[in-house]
């Protein structure tokens, strides 16, 4: 049977390397979308709290657009503490934006960088979310003003082998200059997690936020 097969096959070399082109495609073609769907589906598998955690989405209604995102009124939290107290956990996440971040030394020399996923959490984040707090105490992290937790990326970035706990990074908001001590390092955001920070700075550190409550 082999040796009619490959008879067939050198005597039709034609067809036979297009069914070989057609057949590499397709496995190719299969891997390629297993290896997503396998990607796809591991986001956020990490948290152990993970099958009892849930996002509030927003509608954004605009003529015939209807969809929805991540993001909501700093309110909401306040009423679903209240109203639904079924709810284990609320916590908040705000985006800041870009922020000039500096860190001064002792020797005078400075670092300062632009950061483009610096967030302001609320102090139980991280009795939410299993982000692996490798230094600092988890419920004591962002629980004061004036705290902020960052990547084991940028504790390297701006203090090379330098202990970064009980350093201050300040942070310029407008001509404010706004310092903030380092009360825990977390090991980098898995690239499975559709949150993606650099840093937090607690939520009581910033007025204008907490006070929407």
């Not at 995102?69 to 107290?85: H, Y």
Request: hydrophobic share 40%; net charge negative; proline share 3%.
């Amino acid at each position: 049977m082999f040796k009619i097969a490959w008879r067939n096959a050198i005597r039709q070399k034609q067809f036979t390397l297009l069914n070989m082109l057609g057949l590499s495609i397709g496995i190719t073609a299969c891997l390629l979308i297993g290896l997503y769907a396998k990607d796809e589906m591991s986001y956020d598998t990490f948290h152990e709290k993970g099958d009892r955690i849930y996002r509030i989405n927003q509608s954004m209604i605009w003529g015939d657009w209807n969809d929805q995102f991540a993001s909501t009124g700093p309110n909401l939290a306040v009423a679903l503490r209240t109203d639904i107290p079924e709810f284990e956990e609320v916590t908040r996440l705000h985006q800041s934006g870009d922020q000039i971040v500096t860190y001064k030394s002792t020797d005078g020399n400075r670092r300062t960088f632009n950061e483009q996923e610096f967030y302001i959490a609320e102090e139980n984040f991280f009795d939410i979310f299993s982000f692996d707090l490798i230094k600092g105490d988890p419920k004591e992290a962002l629980r004061n003003p004036s705290s902020i937790v960052i990547t084991k990326e940028m504790a390297l970035k701006y203090f090379d082998d330098q202990d970064a706990m009980g350093k201050t990074l300040e942070v310029r908001r407008g001509q404010d200059i706004l310092p903030l001590t380092i009360t825990g390092i977390v090991a980098d955001v898995p690239v499975n997690s559709h949150i993606q920070f650099d840093m937090l700075a607690s939520m009581s550190t910033y007025p204008n936020i907490k006070e929407r409550e």
